[in-house]
């Protein structure tokens, strides 16, 4: 397997943005009267957006008259408060450190806003290292369709099949596959209950970080030996 660009999701692959997704959606609850809810409950909505989380907090879907403007003032919340705790997950940074000085160039397909992504980018100290950052967005189709993939390839000037797409949500994977890309599975991500990752097909499926360079054959941080 010849890889020269990995692709990662955002939210619950590269970084960890659940406690600011939670935050927002409490103080959207609290308007409406209603008590918070525990972070371990929003956590594993924290990958599917805006759809997710108002349906954890709200029992809202897309299908809900009112689901257009609760979704604008949920969004209108978080943009006060995305960038107060973002974090790489463990190990996150050395993978990246690992992947550049063996000339594997990395990005970022979201389904997050590009309003979001930039900044958050921004505040986690990626945005300049990045080959690519493409946001949900940023073409006709967010995933589960391919078109921010390959996007993201025009951008980073590969070809989709020297590429890995890095994700926790089905979607990554379909998305993935459907651009032709080698696709893996982050379990460390935001994967609820209900999820089975076993059953999407994915080339791989990994427990931590570090885990990736021995799949791409290069040698691990002494940290994670």
Known sequence: ??????????????????????????????????????????????????????GIGFSLTPEDATFPAMRDEYLGLYDQVFTHAPQLFPGMDEVLNALQNAGVQWGV???????????????????????????????????????????????????????????????DILAGRAAGMQTMVACWGYLGEDDAPESWQADFMIAAPHQLLRILGLSEPSSAV
């Open 109 to 171: 397909v979201t389904n997050k806003p590009a309003r979001f992504t930039i900044r958050l980018m921004q505040a986690l100290n990626l945005a300049d290292a990045a080959a690519c950052i493409v946001s949900g967005d940023d073409a006709e189709r967010a995933k589960p369709y391919p078109d921010t993939l390959l996007l993201a390839c025009e951008q980073a000037r590969c070809r989709p099949e020297s590429c890995l797409y890095v994700g926790d949500a089905e979607r």
């Open 1 to 54: 397997m010849t890889i020269t660009t990995v692709l990662f999701d955002l939210d619950g692959t590269l970084a960890d943005t659940a406690p600011d997704l939670a935050l927002a959606l409490n103080m959207q609850r609290e308007r409406h009267g209603l008590p918070p809810l525990p972070q371990e409950i929003i956590r594993p909505h924290a990958s599917h957006g805006s759809r997710g989380l108002l």
